[in-house]
């Protein structure tokens, strides 16, 4: 059960309109890492936790939290289209440089919404829940959320420098802040589950069973060796089950494949005769 607190979770009021500034803004509401990603991520990942409650109610707290973010970032769109019709948007198209790298408008922003926001990306797509992870393995998942919240902070620092408005720099600079906590945040939750499980994931499948004289060898499979010289390449295995090495002509070992001519019905192309 959710309640609306009329109040945003902080200010979001820009110094003046900003049609294109709108627009960029929108990747960090619908993009692959924008708010409505993180948002539905967590609060799934919450939904079908199963394991210990301190986790599931974790993930609902910061879920939660991402719905403030979407209403933040949602808010802050529609301030910076108030009084900013298409012609408007159209004559910020004219500069050359944001023609020819942002088209300068999102006529949607007028047409569809109203001038508000919608949950597509900076170039209209569509939000997708292809975008979340939810697998059940929680320590899967809370790696998958930190990558999250790494690209996001990476994003909104860039839209940081794309701006001057006092305003906008204001409430990008708590959600960077937010994204410091939240890093740090499944990053300490990654190293207590991995105390308890391992690094590799899933902890619960008998390594026996894979070919472990693979498990810990680097292959050298491009032109050049100056990869050798990374943590990756020597040294005690990050899971401390093995030692890595590097290969630096890897052989194959499997089979040159061919394949059998497909039934007359399939209609594929005739073998030589």
Known sequence: MFF???????RAV????DPVYAKKLQEVLGGQYGEISVMMQYLFQGWNCRGEQKYRDMLLDIGTEEIAHVEMLATMIAQLLDKAPVEEQEQAAKDPIIK???GGMNPQHAIVNGLGASPNDSVGYPWSARYTISSGNLLADFRANLNAETQGRLQVVRLYEMTDDAGVRDMLSF???????????WAAAIEELQQKEGFVVPSTF???FEKQEVSHQFLNCSQGIESKSGRWASGPSIDGKGEFSFIENPVPHGQNPTLNPAPGYIHGTPMNH
């Not at 959600?175 to 945040?185: G, K, V």
Request: charge should be negative; aromatic fraction near 4%.
């Open 4 to 10: 609306h607190v009329k109040d945003l979770q902080y």
């Open 100 to 102: 020819d790298i942002m």
């Open 14 to 17: 820009p110094d003046r309109p």
């Open 175 to 185: 959600l960077i802040a937010r994204d410091t906590m939240h890093q740090n945040q």
């Open 206 to 208: 008998n390594q026996e």
